[in-house]
């Protein structure tokens, strides 16, 4: 048992070793932006680096081109996300991690009496990183 820096509380802490496995990930959502606006400036770009057409206005030019280049970008994102995912997924590495579960008894029991009987919502995870 550890008191608290006011010494008004009593809590009980559990150490336990543990080995986790830990690497990088990228962000899907990001990618995927990334290619839908790299995508609708080359839509911009196509739009006027050919001649107007006299059955469409540039304008219709441009969404027909934006609709599908988006679409493209953010498909070749994903895809772009997920070969990233898999090449740094080798360099994963295993750390050792300490999971801390602390017990606080509830105000008027004992803490002879709490440790009888645990009851849910009275017990808190939390997990540190130590470096090995």
């Known amino acids: ?11 009980e802490e559990t150490v336990t070793p543990a080995e986790v496995r830990v ?13 839908a606006v790299i995508f609708a400036i080359v839509a ?8 107007e057409n006299p059955t469409y206005d540039r304008g219709s030019v441009f969404g027909f081109l934006l609709a599908i280049g988006v679409i ?4 070749i994102g ?6 990233v995912d898999r090449a740094t997924g080798r360099r994963a590495r295993s750390v050792q991690a ?3 579960d602390v017990r606080v008894p509830e105000p008027g029991t004992s803490p ?3 440790a009888d009987s645990a009851e849910p919502g009275t017990q808190h995870d939390s ?3 130590t470096q090995s």
């Open 1 to 11: 048992m550890t008191d608290t820096p006011d010494g008004d509380e009593q809590f």
């Open 23 to 35: 690497r990088r990930s990228p962000r899907y959502f990001r990618f995927m932006i990334t290619g």
């Open 44 to 51: 911009l770009i196509l739009t006027f680096s050919f001649p």
């Open 72 to 75: 493209v970008g953010v498909a």
């Open 78 to 83: 994903a895809v772009v996300a997920l070969v």
């Open 98 to 100: 300490d999971r801390i």
């Open 112 to 114: 002879a009496r709490q």
């Open 127 to 129: 997990t540190s990183d």
